[in-house]
């Protein structure tokens, strides 16, 4: 298989996938969580409380915490095993594109379009409440590590849910377990349990970015360690994900 | 155009085939080899065509025997899809794209891009006669539309094998007829090895006399068609005759040698008649007819369903 094969078939997936994702009924969820966003954090923006601490908690547990990996997992824990459904994958497992690269096919704009949709959430709670506070430097520079924090994390929660829509049959179940009670509820429990979930990592790395609210002083394991969990796992479920879709029977 | 395929070996060879899924057998000891041209594989529902060609495209592994297609094993070798156009019996077109951004799809998946793949998808949709809805979404389609379409997409990148999975199924006779027209062009102009499955006989035998009859996972027979008729009129046939004074004409029927049985049906208005030679009976009929001074309303076999005519082939 040469690489025009590969980077071609992975271009095509990748395109025709985007516009699934970004054009489908999950841009309709994406603009319902938006203003449920606004409506919070607008709310939170109009009492009187210090701005770029309150902004910060506002931005750290609603969008980071809670709305992550709930938009991952709408995105994705059904990206794959929707079309093995329809049988629409066929037009894919008869290609001659090995299916490990097609599965890159699928990853790929599926961590853009997490990326786009959280992007518009944060865009959305940050001018809501700071546009009512005042925006200043400080506070351009919590939008801007938020926003880098929610990228990460859409590469990351993508590359898990896509591995759980090839593993099982039903991934919605397993992705609103893990979504809500093990991130949700597992990732805040005091004590050494919560390092079992991908949110540690990605608090612990924003503890080092953000310099306001309770996320600053989150009690951290190293930044360095955290990215390197944070980008061993995103791998290890790439390659976890793309060798049970490789050896799948599509029957 | 493809590469010739006039004059080779087999294309796909099936030896001691095995696939089941738990407790169900989708194949079981199948063996057939199917050669350039046009073939027909034919057997009821739930017969295995699906399977084999599963098989033949390694979208399934088999659990016992080997299948090559081209000399190759399909099981983890994409590299052999580009040789091999697959055009399902399921609704497999995305609904929200139109046709051309399908067989985009579809080009850039074998590799195609640029001008090339937007003048083989011009070709591919004049071919099928589906140019003039590229545009159109799929969703709006007919099902005679959608077969052409997925045609097209299976023909995109100009395969030597090209499979098609009951592509007759629910359509109406107009359509029915332009597809089996389309089916023999692209073999005798256009040079494609083409397996053809379905489920009716008559069908298959308006586009190809080549065929393997299926029957619970294995074939049961396989050759000209014209050899499997006469193999399966050697075998007892029901027919129902309905009309004026059938006692007189059961009479005169069961003078016949190759009447087995004849039985009333209800009033004594309709007659089923077992019979060992229907050629015979037929021909001989409208003289028994006139001996028997009755008048004829309807007449139908109730063989004409493919289930009949395999538990005849499986019990010889």
Known sequence: MDLKTIMTGIYALTHHSLKGLLFSRKAVITALVMLLTVAVMGYAGAQDVDALTEGANMMDVLILFFFMPVMAMIFGSSLIRDEIDSKSITHVATAPLDRAFAYIGYYVPLALAVSVSMILITTAGFLSFFLQQGIDAAAIEIYLEFTTLVIIGSFVYSSLFLATSVLFNKPVFFGLFYAFIWEGFIGSIPGAIQKASVKHYLRSVGSGWVDYGDISGFDASSIGASTAVLLGLTVFFLVFGAYLFREKELS | ?316
């Not at chain 2, 995109?156 to 009951?166: F, R």
Request: glycine share 12%; charged share 25%; with cysteine.
């Open chain 2, 1 to 316: 155009m493809t590469a010739s395929t006039k004059g080779a070996g087999p294309v796909i060879v099936a030896e001691s085939l095995g696939k089941w899924y738990g407790e169900v057998i989708g194949l079981n000891n199948f063996n057939l080899e199917i050669k350039p041209g046009i073939t027909g594989v034919v057997g009821p529902n739930g017969s295995g065509k699906s399977t084999f060609f599963k098989l033949v495209l390694g979208l399934i592994k088999p659990n016992t025997g080997t299948i090559s297609v081209f000399g190759q094993t399909p099981w983890g070798n994409p590299g052999l899809h580009s040789k091999i156009g697959f055009c399902p019996d399921y609704e497999s077109l995305p609904r929200d794209s139109t046709g051309r951004e399908f067989l985009s799809l579809v080009g850039h998946l074998h590799a195609m891009e640029g001008a090339a793949l937007s003048k083989r998808i011009e070709e591919v949709a004049t071919l099928v006669e589906m140019r003039h809805a590229l545009d159109r979404k799929t969703g709006g389609y007919s099902k005679g539309m959608k077969q052409r379409m997925k045609i097209a997409g299976a023909l995109i990148h100009d395969p030597q094998l090209l499979i098609l999975d009951e592509p007759l199924s629910g359509t109406d006779p107009i359509v029915r007829k332009e597809l089996i027209d389309l089916t023999k062009r692209l073999n005798k102009e256009h040079d494609h090895v083409v397996v053809v499955s379905s489920h009716v006989l008559f069908e298959i035998e308006r586009l190809t006399h080549d065929v393997a009859l299926m029957y619970k996972g294995r074939t049961v027979a396989s050759g000209d068609i014209s050899d499997i008729r006469a193999l399966i009129d050697k075998h007892p046939h029901n027919i129902v005759i309905e009309g004026d004074g059938m006692p007189s004409l059961a009479k005169a029927l069961l003078e016949e040698e190759y009447t087995v049985s004849v039985a009333f049906n209800g009033d004594r208005d309709g007659i089923t008649v077992q019979v060992s030679r229907p050629d015979d009976f037929f021909s001989g009929l409208p003289g028994l007819i006139g001996e028997a001074g009755c008048s004829v309303t309807s007449m139908y076999s109730l063989d004409d369903n493919l289930e009949a005519i395999f538990k005849y082939l499986v019990g010889r």
